[in-house]
């Protein structure tokens, strides 16, 4: 458990992200929301980061995780968390931050140099409910661990499987 | 003293200007091959020059010139402008500003106009914080902030001479098209097809900037401004009513799209505008379907014509009725005088982003040509010719197979065969010339729900590139082309392969010459009969822009802005997966970022002196 003091005015709604408690303070600076903190309290030891990758299908949550990015991520940051000419890759930025870094960034947004913006997702339920899953599929695509394109889910399909030629292409 | 100057010039303006000065200027200079005094080249949209000092068989000595950094990283669309005064008039992406180059003088800034704008309008435009550019008439220049404001600017001095509300960022609204003059009005759409707007085209007064009309792409007729016992639809009067209303469940139609953020073309005869219509609402065609059948979504992807005075819909023509696959049908209306059949018709072409390429009558909107210029083309088999409806492919029907459900294989991708990238069109040929994408996609619509402001997507999408023709001259490892098609016809006449989606602009001159630009950053100049390939140049970044041509003090010079971004930019700088390799496959197409990087530059060709 882990936490970062705020110093803004304003406490934010608590929400209930992928089993984790956030607690999201929104500060106003000027006429912009600004990333000021985000506290995040792991409730066991089980680490949001630790995917599970079996004969090349991941578990629930890190499809969840390729869904959520590819609704939402990727029509800036590229396919499969590669990055674009727009925005950059998200496998990088998962090597160099920490969840609760990436987690504060999708919350408040950050404008990084003039024309250089990223939006605030607090408000957007979908999003904040699946940013540790986003986090996951990214640690396991930075990893080499799951390829590009939509990956299958453990469990589903197994007993198709001889017939499906995409299910059992390992990384 | 000069700023006081240019506002007493701008006074006088107001008192005196007779109602169509505007447009006497802007259709003088047009017909003067030594300008380029609108982004398509002329009214008619059609990007040809009559110049050919630079042709077919001098174009190998085609040499830079100068080059000019524009300060701005961002996907540059749209290209200069030459009004005759000696300066070229070009802009860029967010914040937009327009510099006045001096051409006596190798790109010296004569002035610079940076508008302060709220960065928060960034994360609502969809793909790039591109724009296409300025418009001008009588001593005043246009360009469409993205934050909605419409500026006029003093062409002589940069002042702004009047600014108007044109939409509101936290609905999603944004500009990226460039503004059109016609008479007394500047003629302006709106961007935001994703973010569930409320599509609009508004006319604003050239000398004042006041509101003078504003046409939803749906709701009730009143708001359409159509007149169903008048308005046409395939030649024949509408018939019924509030079809923007009823032809929706519910109230979607308030979140119904259809936003005009391409190109407007004029009839300057027929006194009629011209143009297209984007995508119904959320992507998720389920959410638009009435008692779970299709619902044609009017006003959604729909070829308008309109008096520019009244904004009055003279004649509908959608493309495509209750769409499920994002295919926008903003591009241009090339308009053509053709003959077919014998016969002599105004005609109305499109190289659309459905793959097809369509011939209309302009004056009252019958079908005349719907043929694949893309052959991979496969969500609709054809087009009906008596219905003008299409018929679609239930295998690729995004609604047929369902919410959460992944429709495989679909060509063209949502980006379209081609998308608001400008086709040329040469009167000598009667070919249409433009640059294509050869990309297909999977696509899984979803359950969304609107909240103002935020995306109203409701599908994923994950692109591939199109299958290969065939294995001799098919187009493997190619993901674009360059076409010279036959309106009339409906058939290609030939076709260049490239590596990447063309996404520039086309231009074709009476120097038998079509040029176009790469994602790379090559521009290309080819032969306008043959299509080979005579000269290259390779800018410092991809080219995304529109290659415009001019004459200054007796010399032909070529102009691009390149600078790599847009839809483009965001889908292919990673590479595209390779269909056959299967999934978590790590071969690749190409990856545009192995091939260029951000920056805007423009660069000025001519020949070498003699």
């Known amino acids: 458990m882990f936490a970062t003091k705020a110093n803004t005015t304003e406490v934010g709604p608590i929400r209930q992200i992928g089993g984790k408690w956030l607690m999201l303070s929104l500060g106003i600076m000027g006429s912009m929301l600004t990333l000021m903190s985000a506290a995040i309290a792991e409730d066991d030891g089980n680490d949001v980061t630790n995917y599970t990758v079996k004969d090349g299908k991941v578990d629930q949550a890190t499809y969840d995780g390729y869904e959520a990015y590819t609704r939402v991520c990727q029509a800036c940051h590229g396919p499969d968390g590669l990055g674009s000419s727009f925005a950059p890759s998200l496998m990088e930025i998962s090597e160099t931050r920490t969840l609760g870094e990436f987690v504060a960034t999708v919350a408040n947004g950050q404008e990084i140099q003039p024309g250089k913006v990223m939006p605030s997702f607090a408000d957007d339920q979908y999003v904040m409910n699946n940013v540790n899953n986003i986090y996951r599929y990214m640690k396991a695509r930075a990893a080499g661990d799951v390829g590009r394109g939509r990956p299958d889910v453990i469990g589903d399909g197994d007993d198709k499987e001889a017939s499906d030629s995409d299910s059992d292409q390992a990384e | ?610």
């Open chain 2, 1 to 610: 003293m000069l700023r006081e100057f240019s506002y007493a010039i701008a006074a006088i303006g107001l008192a005196v200007s007779a109602q169509a000065h505007a447009n006497e200027n802007l259709l003088e200079l047009q017909e003067n091959p030594e300008y380029w005094a609108t982004q398509l080249g002329n009214y008619q949209g059609n990007r040809y020059s009559e110049l050919d000092q630079i042709n077919r068989d001098n174009v190998d000595e085609l040499r830079a010139q100068w080059q000019f950094s524009t300060g701005v990283l961002r996907g540059h669309e749209g290209g200069p402008l030459y009004v005759g005064d000696g300066k070229l008039y070009i802009h860029t992406p967010f914040p937009n500003k327009v510099f006045a180059l001096d051409l006596e003088d190798e790109g010296r800034v004569v002035w610079t106009h940076e508008p302060n704008q709220d960065s928060r309008v960034i994360p609502v435009m969809c793909c790039d914080t591109v724009n296409r550019g300025l418009a001008y008439a009588d001593g005043r220049l246009f360009i469409g902030q993205a934050d909605n404001t419409l500026v006029a600017l003093d062409s002589e001095s940069g002042e702004v001479l009047w600014e108007a509300e044109n939409g509101d960022h936290t609905k999603g609204e944004t500009n990226t098209m460039s503004p059109l003059v016609v008479g007394d009005k500047v003629i302006m759409g709106i961007s935001g097809g994703e973010f569930g707007v409320r599509g609009h085209m508004t006319a604003y007064n050239v000398e004042t900037g006041e509101q003078e009309w504003r046409a939803y792409s749906n709701g009730p007729d009143e708001d359409v401004k159509i007149d169903p016992e008048e308005t046409l639809m395939l030649g024949e009067p509408i018939g019924e009513e509030d079809l923007g209303e009823t032809t929706w469940p519910d109230d979607e139609w308030k979140r119904g799209g259809g936003a005009p953020w391409g190109w407007v073309t004029y009839d300057p005869e027929l006194d009629l505008i011209y143009y297209g219509t984007g995508n119904p609402g959320t992507w998720n065609p389920d959410q638009r379907a009435i008692d779970g059948e299709p619902a044609d979504n009017k006003w959604a992807i729909t070829v308008f014509a309109r008096d520019p005075d009244t904004g009055e819909a003279k004649w509908v023509y959608q493309k495509v009725p209750f769409d499920e696959w994002d295919y926008d049908g903003v591009n241009e209306n090339q308009l053509i005088d053709v003959e077919i059949d014998g016969e002599q018709r105004k005609g109305l072409a499109i190289i659309d982003r459905t793959g097809f390429g369509f011939l209309l009558d302009r004056e009252n909107g019958e079908l005349l040509v719907a043929e694949k210029f893309a052959p991979e083309t496969n969500w609709a088999s054809h087009y009906d010719m008596e219905t003008g409806r299409p018929v679609v492919n239930e295998e690729y029907s995004t609604f047929r197979q369902g919410v959460d459900v992944n429709t495989t294989d679909i060509c063209p991708t949502a980006m379209g065969a081609k998308n608001m990238q400008p086709s040329a069109y040469s009167p000598e040929t009667g070919l249409l010339y433009a640059g294509i994408n050869r990309i297909c996609m999977n696509y899984e619509p979803y359950e969304t729900e609107y909240t103002a402001g935020q995306p109203y997507v409701g599908a994923t999408l994950t692109m591939m590139p199109a299958p290969q023709e065939d294995e001799e001259n098919g187009m493997e490892g190619r993901m674009g082309s360059f076409i010279a098609w036959d309106p009339v016809k409906g058939e290609k006449a030939w076709e260049i392969d490239e590596r990447f989606a063309v996404w520039s602009g086309a231009l074709a001159t009476a120097g038998d010459l079509a040029f176009y630009g790469t994602l790379e950053g090559y521009l290309k100049a080819v032969d306008i009969e043959t299509g080979e390939e005579l000269w290259r140049f390779k800018t410092p970044s991809g080219i995304i822009g529109n290659v415009n041509t001019f004459q200054y003090e007796g010399k032909q010079y070529i102009a691009v802005l390149s600078g790599v971004g847009g839809w483009a930019g965001i889908g292919l700088a990673a590479g595209l997966e390779d269909p056959e390799e299967g999934l978590g496959a790590v071969g690749a197409f190409a990856a545009l970022d192995d091939y260029t990087k951000l920056g805007g530059v423009l660069t000025v060709f001519a020949l070498p002196d003699a």
